[in-house]
């Protein structure tokens, strides 16, 4: 499958360019397999999470869990159960996706839902508060959206104030020969832009709040291993009311 060109995309960079901190996301992590989902929903009030699929969960254009990412997709199932876990793609389950065949393989082979939508990310909002609507998501600030494209993944989670967490490529080198190359050359320019610029430091500044996490000070939801096992010496949060 071929992507179409994204002009939703494109209408949105316009918005970027003014206002770059929607690109910036409230979490930043190496794979999602790092995310204390635990922590998002008992703390910050995230009821739902959609997931990016290509080299997000999968390699690019593939159907199966990437190794690395089968843990944090494990976690996020056994807090969030079946039914407020979806992927959102911009390739499976779009009109690029003939008959909705890569998106019936993926439901099939990983046993996730994939969000049926016309429009691409940062399109498709409408779709997705329509899927969670009987499984308790009221606002989009109670949905994390978890991808590895700032511009699509995550603009599209702060545009509409959900909690954001970008990942880095799963593959690299070889193993991503199957990715877009115009989207792989996007994404490296945006993540050095990001992560590696005096204009991506300030941006990471002003990024937009988020309604109820207060940040990884006060909220960690990255695992650092040996603050993992052996606590990270704060005091524990009260859970939310649910
Ligand atoms: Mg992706």
Redesign the pocket.
């Given at each position: 499958m071929v992507q179409s060109i994204n002009t939703k995309a494109l209408l949105t960079l316009a918005s970027v360019v003014r206002r770059p901190f929607l690109a910036a996301p409230h979490v930043h992590v190496q794979t999602i397999s790092e995310v204390n989902f635990q922590s998002m929903r008992d703390y910050c009030g995230i009821k739902a999470v959609i997931f990016?699929k290509?080299?997000?969960l999968t390699a690019p254009y593939a159907t199966e869990i990437h190794d690395d990412a089968a843990l944090g997709l494990k976690n996020a199932l056994d807090v969030f159960g079946h039914d407020n876990i979806a992927i959102l793609s911009n390739s499976a389950g779009t009109k690029d996706d003939k008959d909705y065949e890569d998106a019936i393989k993926i439901e099939r082979d990983m046993g996730i839902n994939v969000i049926r939508h016309d429009e691409k990310k940062p399109g498709g909002l409408e779709e997705v508060l329509q899927h969670f609507a009987n499984h308790g998501v009221e606002s989009p600030s109670q949905i994390c959206m978890v991808?590895?494209?700032l511009l699509t993944d995550i603009v599209f989670g702060n545009l509409f104030g959900m909690l954001t967490v970008h990942c880095m490529p799963l593959c690299s080198g070889s193993d991503n020969k199957a990715d877009n190359k115009v989207a792989s050359m996007i994404r490296t320019m945006e993540n050095n832009l990001l992560y590696h610029s005096k204009l991506g430091t300030l941006v990471m500044k002003k990024r937009i709040p988020h309604a109820v996490w207060q940040g990884e000070e006060t909220c960690s939801l990255v695992y650092h291993h040996d603050a993992n096992e052996e606590g990270n010496g704060k005091e524990p949060l009260e859970p939310l009311k649910q």
């Open positions: 990016d290509d080299n997000t991808g590895d494209r």
